[in-house]
């Protein structure tokens, strides 16, 4: 349990919030995109990876997944914690899968279907 002295959440508090997922089994980073993810735009950017790990977590009623990404030709793999509703698909590990950036932030991720399935 965290426990804050004040009324207003800070960097260092919230950076103690236990993970869900070990990511240090992956490798994960958190920060900017890999070199490989697309050019950037008003709008975001899109790159194409792999789903490496996925828990699901709910938080005040809602449910929420962690996810850890490996983007096609980064080295190291990415994480992001979105909610139920920025998941496009029925995701499960090794899928191929879209995500979509902003400002170096995962907001979406769409499972990439192909036409075999």
């Known amino acids: 349990m965290v426990r804050l002295t004040s009324r ?3 960097r260092s508090s919230l950076l103690s919030l236990p993970t869900v ?8 980073t958190i920060g900017h ?5 697309g050019s950037p735009s008003s ?3 899109e790159m194409r990876a792999t789903l490496r790990g996925i828990q699901p977590y709910e938080l005040h009623g809602t449910q929420y997944y962690q ?18 509703d920025m998941i496009e698909g029925d995701l499960e590990v090794g ?3 879209e995500v979509h950036q902003i400002l170096g932030i995962v ?3 769409k499972k990439v279907v ?3 399935e």
């Open 43 to 45: 709008r975001g950017c």
């Open 67 to 84: 996810l850890v990404l490996n983007p096609d030709g980064a080295p190291r793999p990415i994480q992001a914690r979105l909610s139920h």
């Open 8 to 10: 207003v959440a800070t």
């Open 21 to 28: 997922l070990d990511l240090r089994e992956f490798g994960a």
């Open 95 to 97: 899928d191929a899968v």
């Open 107 to 109: 907001d979406r991720v």
């Open 114 to 116: 192909t036409e075999a």
């Open 33 to 37: 995109p890999p070199a490989n993810a």
